[in-house]
Structures are given as structure tokens and as C-alpha cells.
């Protein structure tokens, strides 16, 4: 089956990124593919490289990158959203002038038509939130 | 982009004290523009979404409540809200925004684009729903 995953909340305030992880990492390995993960909402702080865990607990940020290149995921970031809340990749920082980015290996940021098309595209869409 | 799905957006929040309604709204404007067919559905606290009145100037925030009235322009026109919802906030339909769309099917006649519908009804809206977005 084809599935796409949207996380609408973020790293370790929330089990919705967890739990999606889970998911994600359990529908790819029983062979599904998984077309999209889309990341809204404060979803979008899955996706900063800054995230620093104490080492005894997960790294929510890494074990997503991981997962993308083992499995070639495409992790979207709302770029509205993530202007608001400080997620910046090269683009976002020459485009808005800012003096770095933060953005996580594996993801990038893109528009809320990537959700949509997603749905569109995907047998399920499956959603992660509060 | 081939076929049509349908898109069923489901409103639980107040419009204001999270972000989740605003970016909501969002994701319904921009969804818009793929030529899905769009339900909207409005159940607990998210019916004061659709209340008329808001003013915000208290809080600092954007009130964006008159972006709804623009729904109808987007071809978005299918707003059920739920009775029990309504209800147990002491809410009536005259407390919402009068939402309409025009049909140009019938001469660009007026429609109203909110239905209040029971939980069982609403049970019966969502089964139908290809996509089910929960905000």
C-alpha cells in the first residue's frame, strides 16, 4: 500500500512524532511504501539538526534522517510554518536574510500543496497530532 | 492529478489560545486550488471558529475569522457543524457566521454553506471521506 504520514506535533513535548516514526519505520518493513512525511503544525521542529537530547534518551531528529536515507523517505516541512517557528534551510536564509539554517539532513521545506498532493497521490493518509 | 478525492478538514480547536485553526484555514485555502471535492466539519470547541463577533485586539492576535466568509469563493461550501456540540456551549446557529456560496449552476443563486447535523450524521459524512485531515 501507499501511504502518507503527517506530524503535527513536535519532538519530545508530544508522542505524535514518535508514534509516526513508529509507524513509518513498521509500514516500511513490512514493504509498504510510504510516499511522504509531511511535518506541520510545531511538527516542523522534527526537522531542526540543533536538537540536542541528553544522551540517555532518543535523538527524535536523527532517527529521522536515519530513516530517510535507509529508505530514501521524502520528509517535507511546511515552509509557513516553518517560518514562524525558525526552521531555515539555505533557500529560506538567503531568501529571508537570515545568518544561518538549521534544517536536519534528509528533510527539506516546501508548501502545503505537498500535503495535498500527498492525499491525493497516497492510498491512506495518516495523521499524527494532539 | 487525475481523479477527485474527497477531503474532509476536521476543526476540534477555539480559533484562538493554539495556532492549530489558523493553520488549518491554511491548509483549506491552499487545498483549494487542486479541484478536490472539500468538506469542512466543525465538532467541540472548534464550533467557536465559526462564531460571529470575534475581536481580538485583547490578545494581540490576528483575527482571521473573517477569512471564512471567503470559503464559499473557493468553492469550499460543504461546513457541516455538530448539534451536540452547539448545544453543549449553549451555541445556536444564529450564533455562526452566515456562510454562503453561489451556485452558478442555478443563476448564481445565494446558498447557505452550513449545515448544524447530529454526531450520528457526521459519523455518517466521515465514512464517505476519502482523505480525513484532524486538526
Known sequence: MKLSIQVNEGPYQHQASDSAYFFTKAALEAGHEIFRVFFYHD?????TRYTTPPQDDRNVVNRWSELSEAHDLDLVICVAAAQRRGIVDEGEQERNGKDGNNIAPGFRISGLGQLIE??????????FGD | MSDVKKFLYVNRRAPYGTIYAWETLEVVLIGAAFDQDVTLVFVDDGVFQLTKGHDTAGIGMKNFSPT???????DVNKIYVEKESLEARGLTIDDLQ????????????????IKVVTASELAEIMSQQDIVLSF
Open chain 2, 98 to 113: 452566515h456562510l454562503v456560496w453561489e451556485d452558478e449552476d442555478e443563476d448564481w443563486a445565494e446558498k447557505d454553506s
Open chain 2, 68 to 74: 471564512y466568509a471567503a470559503l464559499g469563493d473557493y
Open chain 1, 43 to 47: 511538527g516542523v521542529n522534527n526537522g
Open chain 1, 118 to 127: 500527498a492525499g491525493i497521490q497516497s492510498d491512506r493518509l495518516v495523521v
